[in-house]
């Protein structure tokens, strides 16, 4: 078992436990609790389907609300929904929301919990990996708005985070792959993990994956203690994101392929503009392509790299860039040439 905190100035703190069947240990000696307006369970509809007969067995008579499935209902209709499923089961403060389910289910839910009565305790239970090792570590909640991801949200640390490998075996290979995106990215500021991935045998591999999960969440909760609100070093964690979000928003492919693609283009420019360590981010590339097993060239719709919220000036495009083993630096560019270098470097790669 491994278990991490952060502690915030706000005496928040943020427990996260891996283990295996962490979810029955920790929630079913629970249920009485979240009865009678206690708790709610928030879930999607193919979470549910899977696992809706554990939550009867563990969790049998505590309120579920069920929301559609997909990356397009992460919004504030759905919020706002169920914040009325929030009220309908008469939470009250000291009550608790368990987020069942993904990334969208675990920013929707923290964001709803941060709002409710403002404020009340979230338990995150990841079931993707892309969960696991990033999404529900650090706090960050939010709905899209406007075509913008991510536009309405807040810092709000759940009380606990709950991460059980059973979870992966559920997994298709493409939601592993999506996971895998944010734990190369991990590897580029974690050169023992950058080691651990470029000598596995096989990345999809569920036991190495369960295996590298707690290093991975390790890594993020040390960042995510020294920087709770992104002043600073947390940036880190933006590496192929400004690219990648632009990507995923004019593309159907997952978040975790987005980022990356995103590391693979804003490498390059890091290469064109900072001092760099070439072999290492070579070496980083071809991990990006090793886990894409695709090199099909994405959509490049980078006019919403524009709408990132790293921007700093009007007109221009922030991007946290990887320059060498553990170490990254913020690149500034006008728009105009971002777009055309992007562009250039996408017809060298592909």
């Known amino acids: 078992m491994k278990t991490?905190?952060?502690e915030e100035r706000e005496a928040r703190e943020s427990v996260i436990v891996c283990r295996k069947n962490v979810f029955s240990a920790e929630l079913a000696p629970l249920r009485e609790e979240l009865l009678g307006g206690g708790g709610i369970i928030f879930t999607d509809s193919n979470v549910y389907a899977l696992y809706h007969a554990q939550i009867e067995k563990e969790l049998g008579g505590v309120p579920v609300f069920v929301m559609p499935a997909g990356e397009e209902q992460k919004n504030t209709d759905t919020l706002?929904?169920?914040?009325?499923?929030m009220k309908k089961a008469d939470l009250r403060r000291n009550s608790r929301l368990i987020a069942l389910g993904g990334g969208v289910v675990g920013d929707i839910g923290g964001l709803a919990a941060s709002l409710y009565m403002r404020g009340i305790p979230c338990i995150q239970v990841p079931t993707t990996l892309l969960a696991q090792v990033d999404s529900s570590v650090g706090g960050k909640t939010a709905v899209d708005f406007g075509g913008v991801k991510n536009l309405i949200g807040a810092f709000y640390p759940p009380a606990r985070v709950l991460a059980d490998p059973v979870f992966l075996k559920s997994l298709p290979r493409r939601e592993?792959?999506?996971g895998l995106g944010e734990i190369v990215k991990h590897g580029a500021l974690c050169f023992p993990l950058f080691e651990k991935l470029s000598a596995a045998p096989d990345l999809f591999d569920l036991d190495f994956l369960a295996d590298i999960v707690p290093e991975n969440i390790s890594f993020k909760?040390?960042?995510?203690?020294k920087d709770p609100h992104e002043?600073?070093?947390?940036?880190?964690?933006n590496l192929g994101h400004t690219t990648g979000h632009a990507v995923e928003l004019s593309s159907d492919l997952s978040h975790g392929e987005c980022v990356l693609w995103g590391l693979i283009f804003e490498s390059k420019l890091a290469e064109r503009h900072c001092r760099t360590e070439k072999n290492f981010l070579t070496k980083l590339r071809g991990l990006c392509r090793t886990v894409l097993e695709s090199g099909e060239k994405p959509p490049l719709g980078l006019g919403s790299a524009l709408l990132d919220k790293k921007n700093t000036a009007f007109g221009s495009v922030t991007l946290a860039v990887p320059v060498a083993p553990e170490k990254f630096e913020i690149l500034q560019l006008p728009f105009a040439q971002y777009e055309r270098e992007i562009r250039e470097i996408a017809e060298e790669l592909c």
Request: charged share 25%.
């Open 4 to 6: 991490c905190k952060i």
């Open 80 to 85: 706002l929904a169920l914040l009325g499923a």
């Open 176 to 178: 592993l792959r999506c």
């Open 221 to 225: 909760a040390s960042v995510v203690r």
């Open 231 to 237: 002043k600073g070093l947390r940036r880190c964690l």
